[in-house]
């Protein structure tokens, strides 16, 4: 199999500024394709336990949006070569202001932003405005929507989809199969990139999801390991990640 693109997920400042930046380095050298910084929020309702509380544990030390917008720049001189893509909620953009937001974001290199509670047909404008800057603005897709409102979705010929593989929460474990792949080929008439996730976390996740997709996003299985690992210091972060990055990549490798 050739290789497998990777859509990496990182909570900015987890488990501090500099394990984070180790972790990318280690998800830079396992050889992902994308990396989706997620600034934290309080109450991130779609995700899990692993990230809920790699969001609160930042949280409480102070971290604020311009930390994650600087997590951001320094990923994009580092990493030229590797997109970031932001994922947050609709309250951190909507304080500032959607279209500050997205000026603040095409200021600081981001290629993309996924806001899940901003969906599609509700937006407060978010589409229009990462249009003005050359940003994508990415819709989430998931298998509890209707055809119709799939359909209605897929007629905006977005640049990426994210394609939330099942409905729930990210970080349980997610089976990928036949009507997960039905799901996925009902986003084709979008003729987007779809991104496919919540749930992977292993070579063979990813290899069985790799031919329905443009790449694969793992999140939670990475806040595990930076959490397990953080006490250890920053380069056992980084090649414990790296480990996990080669191996959603290069599935028939391990």
């Known amino acids: 199999m050739t290789k497998v693109p990777v859509m990496a997920h990182l909570v900015a400042g987890y488990t501090s500024p500099e394990i984070s930046l180790e972790a990318a380095r280690g998800l830079a050298a396992g050889g992902v394709s994308y990396f989706e910084v997620q600034f934290p929020f309080s109450d991130p309702s779609a995700d899990g336990k692993a990230i809920q ?53 095409f200021r600081s290199g981001v290629s993309g932003l996924i806001i899940p509670d901003l969906p599609f047909d509700a ?45 729930g929460i990210t970080g ?4 990928i199969d036949d009507g997960t792949l039905a799901f996925l080929s009902s986003l084709k008439a979008s003729e987007s990139r779809i991104l496919g996730g919540f749930g992977i976390r292993s070579g063979d996740q990813s290899g069985a999801l790799a031919p329905a997709v443009h790449a694969v996003v793992a999140g939670s299985v990475f806040v595990d390991i930076i959490r397990e690992k953080s006490g250890e210091g920053g380069e056992a972060v980084r090649l414990a990640v790296q480990a996990k990055a080669a191996e959603l990549s290069n599935p028939v490798q391990r």
Request: aromatic letters at 10%; one cysteine or more.
């Open 172 to 175: 349980s474990s997610t089976s």
């Open 123 to 167: 937006d407060e404008g978010l589409a229009a405005a990462c249009d003005a800057k050359g940003i994508a603005c990415v819709p989430v897709a998931a298998p509890s929507m209707t055809e119709s409102r799939i359909a209605s979705l897929a007629a905006l010929r977005r640049p990426y989809v994210y394609a939330a593989l099942r409905s």
């Open 53 to 105: 509380t790699a969001c609160a544990a930042v949280l409480s030390g102070g971290w604020r949006v311009d930390d994650g917008f600087a997590f951001v720049e320094t990923l994009r001189s580092e990493f030229p070569g590797i997109p970031v893509f932001v994922m947050t909620y609709a309250n951190l953009a909507y304080k500032i202001g959607i279209s500050a937001f997205v000026e603040r974001s």
